[in-house]
Structures are given as C-alpha cells and as structure tokens.
C-alpha cells in the first residue's frame, strides 16, 4: 500500500463474531463493509483453527534445498491423505526440535475453496483482503510489537462458540499447536446435561461472562466447577505432554475467550496445573471497552501494524491482494516503454551515438576476452598433446614390460614343471635301485650325461626285465629309453642285459 502507515485506518473483519471495527490512531469504532472506502483502509481477517489442518514432517538433513519444499508437500499429502483432486495452500516453518539426522517442520493446510469461497463475500464489498493471518498465528505480533518479552515458553488457550485452540510460544516464535474440544458450545451443552435444564447458548454466555465459575446458585455452582475440574483436567494431559515430548518447560498461561475473561478460571490454572496465569486482555486503544471486542481483533490489530511496518508475508493466505502500484504492473511497464520510446525517438542521434561508442566499447572488451580465452585454449590443447605423447610412450614401455613379464612366466612355468615332473638325479637313481633290486636285478654302470642317465642292468629272466622295464615306464617322471634286450650266456650264467636310460633334471 502506497498510503504512510499513520494515516491507513485498520479494519478487522471477524467472520465467528461476524462483526468489524476499525483503528483510526488510538481510536476504534464499529465499521459497516458496506461504506469501505478500500484506498486508505487496510482489511485483515483471520482463518479460524477448526478450518486449518496441522501436522509436523520430518525431512533428512542430506535432502536439498531446492527440493525440500516439494518433500514436505508429498509427505503432507501422504500423512494427512489429501484428496488430490482439492486445491491446499500449503505452508510451513522449521521447528527448532530437529536431529542430527532430520529437520521437522510444522505445516499448515487450507483448502482454498475456504480461501476462495468464504472470503469471496468479504471481497465483494471491500474489493481487497491485505492480510489473511492463521489463528495460532496472531499471537506472534505480541512479541513483534514488543508487548510480552521473547524469552522462554508461553501457552496460549483460547475458546470460541465452535472452536477452541492451544498455542504453544517459545523464544517469540511459534512452536505448536492443537484443537481442543472444550469450545463454548460444547461447555454449554455439558452444562445443561449436568444440571438437567436446558439452557440457551446467549444465556449461558452472558452468565459465563458475568458471574464467572463461581455462580450463585449452589447446585450450578458445582457443576461448572466440576466440568471446569475436566477442562483442566484435559487441558493439563496435553500441556504435560508437549513438555514431555519436546523436553520443555511451559512456564505461563494466557487463558481468554470470545466472551472475555471468565472471572475464577486463574485458580485453576494454579492450582489444576501449577502454572503461572497471565492476563489475556491486551488493549490496543484508549475506548476498547466501550466495545464488544475480542481478543482475537486486538490480536488482528496489532499483526496488521506489523505487516504494514515489515510487509511480511510469509503467513499472508490472502487470494485477494491489491494490484501492485502502476508502474509495478506489465500495464505500468508497458506505459513507461512508451515513455521511454518517446525519449529516445526525440534524441535519437545523440541515442545512436551512444550506442554506437556502448558497442564498440562492448566489441572492444569481448575482443580482449576472445583473445584471452584463445590463449587459454592453446594452452590446454599443448598440454593435453603433452600428455597424449606420454599416455603412448607409456604404452610402448608397457608393451615391452608385458613381453618379458610373458617370457618369465613361461620360464616359470618351464622350471616349476620340470620340478614337478622330473626327478634328481640323487631321487632316480635311488628309486631306480628299488625298483631294480624288486626284480632281483643287478646294476652294472651308471653313465650320467647332461639330463640323462644310463643304468646298465641285468636280470636273471626276460621276464623280470620286461616287468623292470614296465614299472620304470609307468613311473611319473620317468621317460626309459632302451634299445634291446640282450641274452649273455659268457661265464656259462644266463642272464639279460639292458642299457635303460632315464631323463631327469
């Protein structure tokens, strides 16, 4: 808005009380939409608890930044089973009880047929919406407009005719919230189920705002004590459980109603909870009690003079924004075109001057750069044949390194083999004793040469040399070599004669 903050007059719409005032300076009165006059006022209203949908999601601190908003909103949609066929505006803040491993976020969901829809009316007769806050949100301006100190954790619990919210505040910033059951109406019902009389919801209202807890009627009396003792009762199991869960220490509670404060409800809080009450009934202006302001007007108030100072809107869910200033628009664009066109068009050489020095001081520059980077290149291109001509000469060494590698395995392979295969001379010679003397043979020379050896052996049949020259042969290691068999009848002996030759190692 282009109007200075101190001349714009505030003006809160409350859709659950149905009425509007508006802050003209320290003053409010009562405002009729009908006779909006839209350029010098600024329209806040607010979205109710029971129409927001709240849950927390856990996201890996590896995820990127880029891709966590598209990570909350499929999980969103996941816990929460969205029907994907509805349209949500969706938000959320980082919660500060994250882990190592994970970031939680709180998120926020509106089904913009609510935005659209409901708000619509409101529009059609103040043509604009500046600022749409969240419920649990309002409370934050009391801290940006320096009201309660930013240090340490408050709770906030307020009840309407059909709604009913806690809001949990630590450090200034918003940390939880949940709905509660225990709305007006639903207080009122139980009252009259408890006391067996019916009573209308005006009534009970007006003596709940009047009288407080301590009616004077006995019977009454006790009752609304005794449904009270259940509230805190409740009220209590939720508060311990946030400090349970996110290890903290809830220290003051603020306690208020769309009928105003409910005169007895501090000792309660003292006594249900051991907590310190604190006032809920914060004035914005000097006449406030000449009106049947709530709270939550106070609250839109005061968030609407921190918008205009900050112009945040992180949390703004309005779909019915002003147009931004003229020239801020394609049609304000557009006009200063022209415009411009028209400037140019009247200056025209003086333009092509200048343009004509722009290009060839822009012709100049991209030269120099052009032959930098040309520089560059051929550097890189000398290095990279420099290394091209090692990367081959490598390959040459490599290919010569593998070829003796190849001839020094088949070496190996020659000699293991050899060991393997082939006996020594010392192990033949003795094996061949053995097997010799087992045929009852006689060894008559051993003649060694190179890998060879030659036994000369004689064996008194043919038959025991035949077999002696078979088990040889069968022998693994042994290669025999004979030529004949010789019968020697010298010396009147019959014997046979063999030169059997053996190739070890």
Known sequence: MAKNKDTISIVTINRTTENAFVLKGNEISNYELTKSSKSNEFYITYIPYKDIVTTTVEIS????????NDAIVIKTYEDLGLDAADDYKITYNESPTGSNDSKFYNVFVVNNAILNGELSSIASLTHYIDYVAQAPFLMSALYKRNILVSDGVDCFIYLQKDDAFLVVYQNGEYFESRSLRYNLKY???????????????????KMLSTEGIN??????????IQ???????????????INKIHGLNIQNIYFSSDIGHIIGVEAF?????GLIAKNFDFTIAINSKDFNITQLDVLMMLTAQSYISDKNDDYNYSNFLRPPPLFQRNSGKLILAVLAGLVVSSAYPAYQYAYGMYNQSLTEAKTEEFNAKNAEADKIKATLSALQKNIDEIKVLSSKENELLGGRKTLLGTMHDK???????SVAIYNMSN???????????????????????????EKKMTELLKNISNTKGYSVSTKSIVLDENNHTVAYESNISVEVE
């Open 435 to 461: 097997m010799i003397n087992d045929k009852e043979g006689k060894m008559n020379a051993i003649i060694g040469k190179d890998n060879n050896l030659t036994f000369s052996v004689r064996t008194d049949t």
């Open 61 to 68: 601190r590896t995820t990127p930044e880029e891709e966590i």
């Open 269 to 273: 809080i003292e006594d249900r909870l």
């Open 187 to 205: 207080l009122c019902d139980k009252f009259s189920e408890a006391t067996g009389n019916k009573i209308d919801e005006q009534s009970f209202y």
């Open 215 to 224: 009616l004077e009627n006995p019977i009454e009396r006790d009752h609304l």
């Open 419 to 425: 060991k393997m295969n082939y006996p020594m001379k």
């Open 227 to 241: 449904l009270f003792d259940d509230i805190f009762f409740y009220l209590g199991d939720i508060i311990n459980s």
